[in-house]
């Protein structure tokens, strides 16, 4: 029974992983900006990876240079948003190219790390 049970549960997780992966191909190289309350908004879409260790890893083909973890999902999540907002400020101060899909981005402006793709350890 336990076979039958984690053999279910597998594959559902492969299901999950490739909806993912769906959706991290349809917005990996694009971030969505909106308009709201007169405050930009970008989206930078991020790879979710569970660590052996039980914690997860956080990086993003968008902004290569951001690498971050955290002991939970929420926490990855967090630490990421502030790692960007750092390393895209760090590259506004030294005239570094902004990515195509990040163009325009000022620090103030409102940016939302989302889940692309999960990877399983």
Same mark, same amino acid.
């Given at each position: 029974?336990?076979? =039958?049970?984690?053999? #279910? ?10 909806e993912l992966?769906?959706?991290?191909? #349809? =917005?990996e ?8 309350r ?5 989206i ?6 569970a ?13 290569p ?15 990421? #948003?502030?790692?960007?907002?750092? /390393?895209?400020?760090?590259? /506004? ?17 409102? /940016? =939302? ?9």
């Amino acid at each position: 029974m336990l076979e =039958v049970e984690t053999q #279910r549960l597998y594959e559902e997780l492969q299901g999950i992983r490739h909806e993912l992966k769906t959706l991290l191909d #349809r =917005v990996e190289a694009v971030a969505y900006r909106f308009e709201r309350r007169g405050q930009r908004t970008y989206i930078l879409p991020v790879m979710l990876e569970a660590d052996e260790t039980g914690g997860f890893v956080i990086t993003s083909a968008l902004l290569p240079g951001l690498v971050t973890e955290g002991d939970d999902r929420e926490e990855a999540l967090l630490n990421a #948003r502030e790692a960007a907002e750092g /390393l895209l400020e760090v590259m /506004l101060e030294d005239s570094d190219s902004l990515p195509s899909e990040l163009n325009g981005y000022q620090p103030g402006d409102e /940016l =939302v790390v989302i889940v692309g793709a999960f990877e399983m350890a």
